[in-house]
């Protein structure tokens, strides 16, 4: 009977998990960047960020938290940042990283418009190819020299681009593919 009890509820708690995070997603979705998760591609498009111990890593529009919570978890001497704007996203990553217990990880409710990225050594992303060229020309004096920038399916925009040039890398992850973009800021 109690055993009934615990599986209908553990039911109910999977089922009300769902629905919260599809909700989200569809909420994202009105917005000018929606959410749209990288699958799980991530693990091995952050492998060319070649992360090492003191790196400083920032995801920009880190969504649900995924890539970095699975990086923290990979690379626990490294710190990492993710910046948000969409608050539900954020209060749900915040949930996952207390749950995996992760000190070495921290999200921000936050526009990276309005955010200092100056002491970040590597950046991932993944955003839309004018949204991000805006960001990082207005931006382009903040960013360190020599920085890893890795931008998931999407190549920088042109004015960014002209600067640095890119190299492509094809991602793999079971049958999904796609490209990583990555630019060493000069
Ligand atoms: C395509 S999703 C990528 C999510 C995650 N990085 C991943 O790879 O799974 C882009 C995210 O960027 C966020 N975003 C869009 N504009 C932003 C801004 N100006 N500042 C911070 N986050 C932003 C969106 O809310 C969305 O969650």
Do not use: C, Q, W
């Amino acid at each position: 009977m109690i055993l009934t009890y615990i599986l209908i509820l553990t039911l109910f708690f999977i089922i009300i998990f769902f629905i919260v995070r599809t909700a989200i997603v569809a909420f994202s979705m009105l917005t000018e960047v929606p959410f749209l998760p990288s699958g799980k591609l991530y693990k091995e498009a952050i492998k060319h960020l070649k992360i090492e111990k003191g790196d400083k890593v920032l995801d920009i529009g880190s969504g649900d938290g995924r890539v970095l919570i699975y990086a923290a978890k990979k690379y626990p001497k490294t710190e990492f940042v993710g910046v948000e704007r969409n608050s539900l996203l954020v209060i749900y990553s915040k949930l996952l990283k207390r749950v995996f217990g992760l000190s070495n990880l921290s999200f921000h409710h936050i526009k990276v418009e309005d955010f200092d990225i100056s002491e970040f050594n590597k950046i991932y992303m993944y955003l839309l190819p004018e949204f991000s060229d805006k960001v990082l020309m207005n931006k382009k004096d903040e960013i360190k020299k020599g920085a890893v920038i890795l931008s998931f399916h999407f190549p920088f925009g042109s004015k960014f681009t002209a600067i640095n040039n890119p190299t492509k890398y094809p991602v793999k992850y079971g049958n999904r593919k796609d490209n990583i973009y990555k630019y060493i800021n000069k």
